[in-house]
């Protein structure tokens, strides 16, 4: 996996979008290479934090902010009120390279999605969101979680790196 550095210099959207596509692919770049035995494996004391359970996770992070939310969409996701951490369960049948294959699917239609930045919808209720808000929102959830892919990359086989 190649990542392009962020442009030092860009406008709002160029940069936020560049920072963006930077932390998916660290998302990638940090479960290249794994088994799907050792993405599942939880090494970490909640049991729900597994690499394949981060891949899983951001993907419908992704769906939830651009298609739920911005676009309108029904939501697609697997967590329900009853079930809220099913984003992170991994089922029989999931391998890394599916949820790989479904989160570079999921970016791409983010991507699609994102318009004008000013763009302003209805959240929960009588609240309204921006775009502008959501994109920063998805950089640091997908930051956070690269972090995440990090410590549990160390702790599976001692892999460090940026």
């Known amino acids: 996996m190649t990542r392009t550095a962020p442009p030092l210099v860009a406008d709002e959207r160029a940069t936020y979008t560049a920072l963006l ?3 998916r692919a660290t998302i990638e770049l940090k479960v290249e ?6 993405a599942t494996r939880a090494v970490l004391p909640s049991k729900l934090t597994t690499a394949a359970g981060v891949v899983k996770h951001v993907r419908w992070m992704e769906h939830h902010w651009f298609e739920v939310v911005l676009a309108g969409r029904e939501s697609r996701a697997p967590y329900t009120m009853e079930d809220p951490d099913a984003d992170w369960r991994i089922e029989p049948g999931e391998t890394l390279a599916g949820l790989l294959a479904d989160y570079r699917r999921q970016c791409e239609t ?11 919808v209805p959240f929960r209720g009588d609240r309204e969101v921006s775009a502008r808000w959501v994109l920063a929102h ?23 790196g940026d």
Not at 33 to 38: C, V
Not at 110 to 120: A, F, H, K, M, T
Not at 138 to 160: F, I, K, P, S, Y
């Open 138 to 160: 998805v950089v640091e959830e997908t930051g956070r979680h690269a972090g995440q892919l990090d410590v549990v990359r160390e702790l599976l086989d001692g892999a460090t």
């Open 21 to 23: 596509d930077y932390l």
């Open 33 to 38: 290479g794994l088994s799907d035995d050792d």
């Open 110 to 120: 983010s991507r699609e999605i994102l318009g004008d930045l000013d763009q302003v």
